[in-house]
């Protein structure tokens, strides 16, 4: 098995520290689909993860380790659930 196939095997552990709903560090981190200054979306190991707030900045990003810092005016956090792989019949009697 190839370095790159072995490493996608390995589940990233997912962790968040927030500090007074300002700055916001965040590990797992695999993804980040998009930003703006009031929203990012990203995929971290353990599903998808929105941050709504306000003059959001993205202060490091290091998607190699999978860590990602995060300022502004935090104002909610919301996870979605990972999709699971696998057909129809085997999601709902598997």
């Known amino acids: 098995m190839a370095y790159e196939e072995v490493q996608k095997t390995l589940t990233k552990s997912h962790?968040?520290?927030?500090e007074?709903?300002?700055?916001l560090s965040l590990s797992g981190v695999e993804d980040v689909s998009g930003?703006?200054?009031?929203?990012?979306?990203?995929?971290?190991?353990q599903g998808e993860l929105t941050i709504r707030g306000e003059q959001l900045h993205i202060?490091?990003?290091?998607?190699?380790?999978?860590?990602?810092?995060?300022?502004g005016r935090i104002q909610?956090?919301?996870y979605g659930e990972p999709l699971r792989s696998g057909s129809?019949?085997?999601?709902?009697f598997g």
Do not use: A
């Not at 962790?15 to 927030?18: E, G, T, W």
């Not at 007074?20 to 700055?23: A, D, L, P, S, V």
């Not at 202060?59 to 300022?71: F, H, M, S, T």
């Not at 129809?88 to 709902?92: A, G, I, N, V």
């Open 15 to 18: 962790s968040l520290n927030m």
């Open 20 to 23: 007074n709903r300002e700055k």
């Open 35 to 45: 930003f703006d200054e009031n929203l990012i979306v990203l995929t971290t190991s």
């Open 59 to 71: 202060d490091r990003i290091d998607l190699d380790v999978g860590q990602l810092e995060v300022r």
């Open 76 to 78: 909610e956090l919301s």
């Open 88 to 92: 129809l019949w085997s999601r709902l």
